[in-house]
């Protein structure tokens, strides 16, 4: 998975431009300039002195407001890009007022590396503090929908208590919910479980048990059965508990006392593992934990939310973008395909995902497919967003690699756009070529 991590800190312009020229000195031979080097070659090339050349304007449409580009480079350390831009807002630039003492101006750093591989990034933006005296501050490269949504004030998730997502964890092993949902619907008495789970679930009946126990979701009871009639007649905690109890006079309604009956073992849902089976709540829990896991900010986190009514969504904004996440507990189809839907349209993300536990069926795919093609129809090649198809998720334990995959094409995205804000520094102009050719007709 790629981060790309972006910083920002604002100065007087002057002290920033007079830091910058010792950047060079200040970092170790690993760090290899790209923009000087290119626009190295370009001079000598055509015999026009550095200071001279001029650079390109930046790109209309600036990620992090109208601030004018001064000066940029890039350097590279084996695989890891680091940036360094120094900029003055676009209409101090126009009133010519840049040289001007006191004018400010500001500093941004970037960085994109593997997560595998951040110490390089880490190192780089430390240094960068250090030379230029100020305090970097992490940003997102936000995107429109998220800064409106983040002003509709959505309700922040409650972090869960360690001990709750475990047990969702626990639950996302598809045996230990399935005995779960067992012990829940049904009487819990282990000799009907033992013949539910058939013959290939028996066998691993032992640990799944221990498992639902240990993570707090069902616990053992001792259940009464009269001899007589068959019939269960009261469910305690333990044996020791029915003793006493039989102690204390408690009989069975046959007349003999509780504890000479027949004794079943059994497991009982606790509140913990219902509320977690019902809606889901497990693969909730485990969305949030991947999604921390992953780096997302707690408070760019949004669950159960409520949009028009009883629609229940989660959100969050990762590298700056807002994802809309479906969970379903099952198969994932044609009807489920136009809720959420339904659901695009209210929240309107800029990029959806369908986690379910089984399949996507067909019917739901095929429907998203031919979403696709209609959006492209109506729309020329290089503007058809990619982002109006779902990402698709089968299976829990493929979670973590399906937001990994999404991180990396949303940095991609975000260091692209940082990149060709400070690529054109690399060209040459129009001006520059003619003047180098002695083409130009003002020299
Ligand atoms: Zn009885």
Not at 81 to 87: K, P, R
Not at 156 to 176: F, M, P, W, Y
Not at 411 to 437: F, W, Y
Request: hydrophobic share 40%; with cysteine; glycine share 8%.
């Amino acid at each position: 998975m790629l981060r790309f991590n972006l910083y920002s800190s604002a100065g007087a312009l002057g002290e920033l431009l007079a830091t910058y020229d010792k950047v060079g000195e200040h970092l170790d031979e690993s760090y290899i300039s790209i923009l000087e080097a290119a626009r190295n070659t370009q001079s000598k090339l055509l015999g026009i002195e550095l200071a001279e050349m001029e650079s390109d304007r930046m790109d209309p449409q600036p990620v992090c407001g109208p601030v004018r580009i001064v000066k940029a480079e890039l350097f590279r350390n084996a695989s890891t890009l680091c940036g360094l831009v120094i900029g003055v807002s676009e209409t101090a630039y126009r009133m010519a007022v840049i040289q001007e003492t006191g004018q400010r101006g500001t500093l941004r750093v970037f960085t994109l590396a593997d997560s595998q591989d951040e110490r390089t990034a880490a190192d780089f933006v430390e240094s960068m503090q250090d030379l230029f005296k100020v305090s970097l501050n992490s940003r997102d490269v936000m995107s429109d929908r998220a800064r409106s949504l983040i002003g509709e004030g959505l309700a922040q998730i409650v972090v869960a208590e360690q001990a709750e997502h475990a047990a969702a964890r626990t639950l996302a092993g598809k045996d230990a919910r399935e005995l779960a949902v067992a012990i829940k619907s049904g009487s819990g008495l282990l000799v009907d479980l033992a013949k539910q789970m058939g013959s290939d679930g028996q066998a691993g009946l032992p640990s799944v048990r221990e498992r639902l126990l240990e993570s707090d979701l069902v616990v053992g009871e001792t259940v009464v059965l009269c001899g007589k009639t068959g019939q269960a007649i009261s469910r305690v905690r333990s044996r020791s508990t029915l003793d006493a109890m039989a102690d204390a006079g408690l009989r069975c309604s046959c007349g003999k006392p509780a504890n000479e009956e027949k004794i079943e073992e059994a497991l009982s849902i606790t509140e913990l593992g219902r509320d977690l089976l019902d809606k889901s709540r497990w693969m909730t829990l485990v969305l949030i934990e991947e999604l921390l896991h992953i780096g997302v900010s707690p408070d760019h986190i949004f669950v159960e939310q409520q949009f028009d009514g009883d629609e229940i969504a989660c959100i969050a904004i990762i590298s700056g973008d807002v994802v809309l996440f479906e969970l379903r507990d099952g198969r994932f189809s044609l009807g489920h395909a136009h809720s959420f839907n339904a659901k695009i349209g209210i929240v309107q993300p800029d990029y959806s995902m369908v986690v379910t536990t089984e399949k996507i069926g067909n019917d739901a795919k095929i429907h998203f497919d031919r979403r696709r093609q209609a959006v492209r129809k109506n729309m020329p090649r290089p503007y058809v967003d990619e982002s109006v198809e779902p990402l698709f998720v089968e299976g829990i334990s493929n979670l973590r690699a399906g937001l990994e995959d999404l991180v990396t094409n949303l940095v991609t995205k975000d260091a692209r756009r940082v990149l060709s804000e400070v690529l054109p520094l690399a060209g040459i102009t129009p001006g520059t070529l003619l003047r180098g050719l002695g083409l130009d007709p003002v020299g």
